[in-house]
């Protein structure tokens, strides 16, 4: 499976006792200000309010941007509903920005993070 080109980026993955990756977080296209979160898993057990604390924590706090931007393609529900219940709002549509058609931009403000309040 290929997962694209990143580039520069910084990843964090929750792997279970036994060693298997639960999920994994990528921080990529950092700009001072603004970071992209891309996020994957298998399982939804691997969120707990913990990790999802540290996973604002780190652009926000260390380093100390004013906004998060995460994409996710037009057809994926599911991920729009996590992005809405993680606190992001949707701002935009980039028009056949993906494969499979357009990509829904959703960002958050540092100020509107429930996690890092």
Request: hydrophobic share 40%.
């Given at each position: 499976?290929d997962?694209g080109?990143?580039?520069?980026?910084v990843t964090?993955?929750?792997?279970?006792?036994?060693?298997d990756?639960?999920?994994?977080v990528?921080?990529?296209?950092y700009?001072?200000?603004?970071?992209?979160?891309?996020i994957?898993?298998?399982?939804?057990?691997?969120?707990?309010?913990k990790?999802?604390?540290d996973?604002f924590?780190?652009?926000f706090f260390?380093?100390?941007?004013?906004?998060?931007?995460?994409?996710t393609?037009?057809?994926?529900?599911?991920?729009?509903?996590?992005?809405?219940?993680?606190?992001?709002?949707k701002?935009?549509?980039?028009?056949?920005?993906?494969?499979c058609?357009d990509?829904?931009?959703?960002?958050?403000?540092?100020e509107?993070?429930?996690?890092?309040?």
């Amino acid at each position: 499976m290929d997962g694209g080109n990143f580039g520069d980026c910084v990843t964090a993955a929750v792997v279970d006792e036994k060693g298997d990756i639960l999920g994994a977080v990528v921080f990529s296209e950092y700009r001072k200000t603004d970071i992209q979160i891309s996020i994957a898993a298998d399982s939804k057990r691997w969120l707990s309010k913990k990790i999802v604390r540290d996973i604002f924590s780190y652009p926000f706090f260390f380093l100390g941007c004013n906004r998060a931007t995460s994409y996710t393609a037009e057809n994926c529900a599911n991920v729009q509903d996590i992005l809405i219940k993680f606190g992001f709002r949707k701002e935009g549509v980039l028009r056949k920005a993906l494969n499979c058609g357009d990509a829904l931009i959703y960002g958050m403000l540092r100020e509107e993070c429930k996690w890092i309040k």
